[in-house]
């Protein structure tokens, strides 16, 4: 079946340490996106990539970094410099068509990172 | 830049009840609108989306929103709640440029009592 896969499900990281977060799909879809979700916030956008080799950053990018050397693969990596880091995060992929996308997101599971 | 607000973070009825959920976007051009369904610890499901066709969207789980331009909402009803129904909703709008990117209003948890 095709899809997303996060993983970890769940990770802890101690204060000063990088961690990085997988996220592949075998939808074929060009474009992918890494979402930090807290409580009552919604959903934040921290990086998004319309092509291998090519990304932006979204409205959080600070304290993370990202990679698209593979269109099936979009890992994230949340450095030391991100000051609060546990939150729940969501990568998602969608299929880009034309000038402007339907928008239409397709979401991994999920990852839930705790800093101790 | 896009904006969604989606009114009360959490609504609460009972069990058959009517279910209506609020969400205004701001936008001079009707842009594509969505709404997606997210159950504990889990990603997020599309439920129904708008893209200048129909007005009145129907999307899973018998839910279905109207799209209205004169007041910019997309309010999303279901005529009956079900208990399986509990769960956090999130209405969203894509930018209208080349971004594709989607802008998520804050949430509405739904609580269903029997």
């Known amino acids: 079946d095709g899809g997303i896969t996060q993983s970890p499900k769940y990770l802890f990281r101690k204060e000063g340490q990088n961690v990085t977060l997988s996220c592949e799909q075998n939808l074929n879809h060009d474009a992918m996106y890494w979402y930090r979700q807290d409580p009552g916030q919604g959903l934040r956008l921290i990086y998004y990539s319309q092509i291998v080799n090519d990304f932006q950053k979204g409205d959080i990018a600070e304290g993370y970094s990202v990679s698209r050397e593979k269109k099936e693969s979009f890992p994230l990596t949340v450095t030391s410099a991100q000051k609060n880091p546990t939150a729940f995060y969501l990568c998602?992929?969608?299929?880009?068509?034309?000038?402007?996308?339907?928008?239409?997101?397709?979401f991994g599971e999920g990852s839930r990172l705790t800093v101790l | 830049a896009q904006s969604v607000t989606q009114l009360g973070s959490h609504v609460s009825v009972s069990e058959g009840a009517l279910v209506l959920l609020r969400c205004n976007y701001s936008s001079s051009v009707p842009p594509y609108l969505f709404w997606y369904v997210q159950y504990p610890n889990q990603g997020l499901q599309l439920l129904l989306k708008y893209t200048s066709a129909a007005t009145l969207v129907k999307g899973i789980n018998g839910f279905e929103a109207e799209f209205k331009k004169s007041e910019t909402s997309f309010h999303l009803t279901k005529p009956s709640a079900h208990m399986s129904d509990a769960a956090e909703y999130f209405c969203a709008v894509s930018e209208v440029d080349s971004s594709y990117k989607l802008i998520f209003g804050s949430g509405t948890r739904l609580l269903v009592r029997p």
């Open positions: 998602a992929s969608s299929r880009t068509s034309g000038r402007i996308g339907t928008g239409e997101l397709f």
